[in-house]
DNA sequence: ATTACATACGTAATATTATAACAATATAAA
DNA sequence: TTTATATTGTTATAATATTACGTATGTAAT
């Protein structure tokens, strides 16, 4: 009865295809192209574009994952409740992505949005930046 | 000596394919895709894929156009110093993109960005919404 | 004017990302 | 068990974007 359960439980409710996927890109925590995730998984059993595609729409929607647009990659969601806004910094030097947890930056745009009345229903905010490790060097 | 003729003068050092491209842009006024400008511009001379995304490349990084990463399409600049930083809204319903310009909401975004210490070199915020002709019917 | 350099051009081929269509199967609900 | 819903596997194809190559053009320095 630890949350831990709880956690499984919800998995358990995911298919083979998306539960691999999701694996997958649970211990990358780096973001994915659905290509490469066809690939490292072809020994999974996964033959199709379409299959990987399948499972990362529906990921998605469950808001398991998410979508980088401006990379055409997905990545793990390291944020409880995010719902279907995403939030990530994209490093421009080492590529690397961050997801931005909620902290005064998510909350000062909720804000934002709330002061424009702005009838939003979700939002993909993509910041590029130098990373401490690629500024040092 | 009008600014009119200013705004000529940087037009003119365009190339004839970046200034076609940025023309139907610009007359149009929505997001385009780029395999849809190469079939409206082939009567114009355009040819090749490449033609296309050579143009809109340029275009991006003199900040005439913007790239709507989730949408891979291309729209005008409405907003003369949003340098590379862009800002979208895009209803659900309709599609329609309207670019946010230097208002409370880009304004708030660039102090959160100053508080929050992030080293942005530029960011891509997309807004997802209802817009008020799709939230009447 | 000539060289050197960077930028842009045109074209063909190819790589990458994503979806359509269809038949079969599993799962959950009535 | 019947019905409805979601998922699967497979093939084919669409949509988006880049590589490679050779040529032409514009610009600036010599």
């Known amino acids: 009865m630890s949350s831990n359960h709880t956690h499984n439980k919800k998995n358990q409710t995911l298919t083979k295809n998306q539960r691999i ?3 997958l ?3 990358s925590g780096e973001p994915l ?6 690939n490292s998984l072809k020994k999974e059993g996964l ?22 647009e401006s990379l055409n990659s997905f990545i793990i969601c390291n944020n409880s409740n995010c719902a279907s806004n995403t ?18 930056l998510t909350e000062g745009v909720n804000e934002l949005v709330r002061e424009n ?3 939003i229903t979700r939002y993909n905010l993509e910041f590029y930046v130098v990373c401490k490790t ?3 060097n």
Chains 1, 2 share one sequence.
């Open 87 to 104: 939030a990530f910094t994209i490093c421009e030097r080492c590529g690397k992505v961050k997801e931005i947890k909620n902290n005064n």
């Open 117 to 119: 009345k702005l009838n």
């Open 33 to 38: 192209k659905a290509y490469f995730i066809l």
């Open 47 to 68: 033959n199709s574009p379409l299959q990987v595609y399948r499972a990362l729409d529906k990921l998605v929607e469950l808001g398991k994952i998410h979508k980088v």
């Open 21 to 23: 996927v999701l694996n």
């Open 25 to 27: 890109l649970q211990d």
């Open 134 to 136: 690629c500024k040092i």
